[in-house]
């Protein structure tokens, strides 16, 4: 039986409580004690002998009650912590100030391939085969900052968060600290979780008849665990695509990560999607950092806008999908990774490989599967639907009652040319709703000047020769239009919200300025 004996504080009385319980030959096992309380753990005391002890106790001066107990508090924490340790993924290890290993739990026992008792007493030196590492923890107090470390030949993102005796109000003493090992796995569901709520194919808002055909094609193509190539307008949601098909596919418990290849010059590119090496350059993290390949083991990775790859890029991504291998920057060990490739572009890949752009090999791996979505202006019956969706969402941000578009409003949407599709729609509702007060939103409320690029811009079909020259015929227009207002490469690119290099080459491509910059 347990008991806790509650008191009133002075010197010795624990002592004195103890006494009791010896001379009536009851053995303790456990005693803890606090301000006002003893907490005992008397293995032979019953029901039977409970009324005298309660009796002989009060002759203690200061003693209050005797209540009995299920668990001694401190081993109510233990088993609280046991539980918490063992239910934890992530591989934790408290040490103590010289960096001995004190408790770990389940993961951690299971990455070392050791019993938990073996690890225990052990030194983070003996088991991460680095005393440096070790002695830098320890002279930090614990303090230093996360990186890599490699267990087993796997690695692994070490947080380290250090153990402190409180002195006063102000200092505390170090003790020791608790190692944290996040596997790439790990950090790829988080990021996926931060980045992506979900997203099935009910999140593509839309009912007319080429976007129900999307769907239905997407779900049968989502199955399919092989390269996905979606190509479409940019702005028509293909990430979106992306997502639903990632998460009707069986690999929708991993992660899904995204990276835009023309918003990254070329090394950055290929560091975010392949990681890096410790000291591969300079400013690399101290211990290297996975790449999304490794993040998203066993999940999907989608490289939006693949037609602006670099030529080098694009042959370390076909070496990938050849076998699955590949190596980090600065490093020769090669590392194998499970991910399936969605990859989606506006440009014409066919036409890129024609003129030696694009690599004919690595085109016919992407393509192994394929998706188009479809322009906004070849699904109108969608644009309301799509600009109700997106009220509903600005009006939640901005606080404000829900608003309705008038009759006029509602013909010029449907009119309008919409060149940047969806995210255009997107934008100009948000900022309709940001500037007006307004319970019903007129023609006037929507920004539409953006229209008259489109416009400017607008090939008729006998104008047009080919799909290729219609959409080179729109970049030349829209960049001659905003050159003068943006006039230099930098600037437009942040107008145009994309990369300094494609911008640049564009300009050189069309000529402008005619004069020399």
């Known amino acids: ?57 009060r002759g203690v001066p200061g003693v209050l009650v005797l209540k009995v107990v299920d668990v001694l508090p401190g081993a109510r924490r233990r088993l609280h912590l046991d539980t918490l340790m063992a239910v934890m993924a992530d591989p934790v290890m408290a040490v103590d100030a010289n960096g001995r290993i004190l408790v770990v739990n389940a993961a951690a026992a299971a990455v070392a391939e050791q019993p938990e008792q073996e690890l225990n007493r052990r030194t983070l030196a003996d088991l991460f085969g680095d005393s440096a590492l070790q002695q830098e923890l320890v002279d930090s107090g614990f303090s230093a900052p996360a990186r890599e470390v490699r267990l087993h030949g796997q690695p692994f993102w070490m947080e380290v968060t250090p153990v402190s005796e409180p002195v006063d109000a102000a200092f505390g003493h170090t003790v020791g600290g608790v190692v944290t090992l996040h596997a790439p796995r790990r950090l790829g569901g988080r990021l996926h979780a931060l980045q992506h709520g979900g997203g099935g194919f009910d999140a593509i808002v839309g009912d007319s008849e080429s976007i129900r055909a999307l769907k239905g094609r997407a779900a049968r193509v989502a199955v399919v665990d092989a390269p996905l190539l979606i190509t479409g307008e940019t702005g028509t949601g293909k990430e979106l695509v992306a997502q639903a098909c990632h998460a009707a596919s069986q690999r929708s418990g991993a992660p899904f990560l995204a990276l835009n290849c023309a918003s990254l010059p070329e090394s950055l590119a290929e560091s975010e999607l392949f990681g890096y090496a410790s000291g591969a350059f300079t400013g690399a993290q101290r211990g290297g950092k996975p790449g999304l390949v490794e993040m998203a083991e066993g999940g999907t990775v989608f490289l939006d806008e693949i037609g602006e790859m670099s030529p080098y890029l694009q042959a370390k991504l076909l070496r990938f999908l050849s076998d699955g291998r590949f190596r980090r920057i600065g490093s020769d060990r090669e590392i194998k990774a499970n991910v399936r490739i969605i990859s989606a572009t506006h440009r014409n890949l066919a036409k890129m490989v024609a003129d030696g752009s694009f690599r004919e090999d690595l085109f016919y791996r992407l393509n192994v599967l394929q998706l188009e979505v479809p322009a906004l202006r070849d699904r109108p019956d969608d644009i309301l639907l799509l600009a109700r969706h997106f009220i509903e969402r600005a009006c939640a941000q901005a606080q404000k009652p829900i608003c309705r578009l008038s009759a006029q409003a509602c013909a010029a949407l449907v009119a309008h040319a919409w060149p940047g599709n969806v995210r255009q729609l997107q934008n100009v509702v948000f ?51 905003l050159y003068p207002e943006y006039p230099s490469s930098r600037k437009l690119a942040a107008r145009l919200r994309t990369s300094h290099s494609t911008i640049a080459a564009k300009l050189r491509r069309y000529g402008i300025p005619a004069q020399k910059r």
């Open 431 to 481: 900022r309709a709703i940001t500037m007006t007060d307004r319970r019903v939103l007129e023609t006037s409320d929507f920004d539409l000047a953006e229209g008259r690029i489109g416009r400017s811009m607008a090939v008729t079909p006998g104008q047009a020769e080919d799909w290729d020259s219609s959409v080179a015929a729109f970049e030349k227009a829209l960049l001659e239009k």
């Open 1 to 57: 039986m347990r008991i806790d004996v509650q008191f009133a504080d002075r010197v010795g009385i624990a002592h004195e409580i103890l006494a009791v319980l010896a001379r009536r030959n009851l053995n303790v096992v456990a005693v803890e004690v606090d301000s006002s309380d003893v907490f005992i753990d008397v293995p032979e005391l019953d029901e039977v002998l409970l009324p005298d002890l309660r009796e002989a106790l």
